[in-house]
């Protein structure tokens, strides 16, 4: 058992999706009706051959955030979501961890100097990353061609919402972990945790292709508008997923960038990482009800959590996340939660919470907060122990990361998640 067992809460549910694709639940007592609603609206698209929806839950564009969905040689571009291939990035030091509290202001000057924040939140011309993302072929669609010095100029920055990157304390269980021949034993390392995504291209992505994909189906209901699908051997099919994928990697260079900078202007040295995202759509083999097949599974705000695969699932600013090894569960597509997931919605968090309330639990939480809005607040999330118990047969904790010094948008910044 792991050194992070969390206690099984009630078992998943059987969603009746009124004569849509089967679709399971987990944590369903703590998810909204409305995302539940928007699930089953999902299950009954033409396409739909499977379906799940992950703890942490809550209302979305097309799908919940939390949803999963199989389709059929279709794509929607709406389920892979708005932040195309957001993600996070784990990085374990080799520093001490009192690294964190006697020399905090130099953890803080690296994340104040090396990166950025906000909508639109980008690096001068001559201070702009490099990376070999930006040498591949970015006339694969127009979106991309027409973004590429936008997206140049955004490499290596995070942007608004629940994006953050953070310098914690990471507590490793008695087994140790390892990955590609990296392994880190059981102990308490300084980390660095990131979460962004593609930034303003991929949003442009989503926005060009879901719009295509509408007239595609001008017969749908209303209420599947944003679930409109373009076929893969469809031409515009074809051009949304290697646009997609190439978001993937353009996401997945931005982190390295962050994690490259920092680590360097602290003088450290990377012992171990792990990265996962979201927001995106795989081609992956499952049982359907006609039989086993290659299907297109969408996880929007949902991990891949195949069997021995390792991801990282984040609390909030104030709450820990987890190292985890997925447990390959067949009814979740092999899917788990992408964080804890909110339960106050932003315009609840601006009326009703103030920054007085907040600082006594980033105090007792031992967090330095260096600027978040306040509808990012720890109030605004599940309980994310609660989530995981919600999933302990969906993954395994094998690590607690502790969140020491937090840097997200400044308040006013509008979410892009």
């Not at 993937?248 to 996962?276: P, Q």
């Not at 997925?326 to 103030?354: C, I, T």
């Not at 309330?357 to 978040?372: G, M, Y």
Request: glycine content about 10%; aromatic content about 6%.
């Amino acid at each position: 058992m792991s050194h992070f067992a969390f206690e099984p809460q009630l078992p998943a549910s059987n969603l009746d999706t009124r004569g849509g694709v089967a679709c399971r639940a987990w944590g369903l007592q703590q998810i909204q009706p409305e995302a539940v609603d928007q699930m089953r609206v999902a299950a009954m698209l033409p396409v739909a051959v499977g379906a799940a929806l992950m703890p942490d839950a809550h209302v979305g564009y097309g799908i919940p955030i939390g949803g999963v969905l199989a389709t059929d040689n279709a794509v929607v571009p709406y389920a892979v979501g708005v932040d195309i291939a957001c993600r996070v990035r784990l990085s374990v030091l080799d520093m001490k961890p009192h690294a964190l509290e006697r020399h905090d202001d130099k953890f803080v000057k690296a994340i104040e100097s090396e990166t950025r924040f906000g909508v639109g939140a980008r690096f001068d011309r001559w201070l702009r990353r490099d990376h070999p993302v930006m040498d591949e072929d970015w006339s694969l669609s127009p979106v991309t061609a027409a973004q590429k010095d936008r997206a140049w100029e955004q490499l290596g920055t995070s942007g608004s919402g629940n994006h953050f990157v953070e310098f914690g304390e990471l507590e490793v269980g008695p087994s140790g972990i390892e990955l590609h021949g990296e392994r880190i034993e059981q102990g308490t390392y300084v980390a660095l945790l990131s979460h962004s995504g593609s930034r303003g291209t991929g949003a442009m992505v989503c926005e060009h292709y879901s719009s295509l994909a509408r007239t595609l189906h001008p017969d749908l209901p209303v209420a599947m508008a944003h679930l409109s699908w373009l076929p893969l051997d469809h031409e515009l099919g074809v051009e949304y997923w290697n646009a997609m994928n190439l978001m993937g990697r353009y996401a997945s260079a931005n982190h390295a960038c962050i994690h490259d900078a920092l680590v360097a202007r602290l003088g450290a040295r990377v012992l171990f990482g792990v990265e996962n995202h979201h927001n995106f759509a795989w081609k992956e083999t499952h049982v359907t009800p006609t039989g086993l097949r290659e299907v297109i599974v969408h996880r929007k705000g949902a991990t891949p959590a195949g069997r021995g695969i390792l991801g990282f699932i984040p609390g909030s600013m104030a709450a820990p996340g987890y190292l985890v090894r997925g447990l390959g569960e067949p009814s979740s597509l092999d899917s788990a939660a992408h964080g804890a997931g909110r339960h106050m919605s932003r315009s609840a968090a601006q009326k009703s919470l103030r920054w007085g309330d907040v600082q006594p639990v980033l105090k007792r939480a031992r967090v330095q907060l260096l600027s978040a809005g306040i509808d990012e607040a720890p109030k605004v999330y599940k309980d994310i122990r609660s989530v995981m118990a919600s999933q302990a047969d969906l993954v395994e904790a094998l690590a607690e990361f502790r969140p020491r010094i937090v840097k997200m948008a400044p308040a006013g910044e509008k979410p892009e998640d």
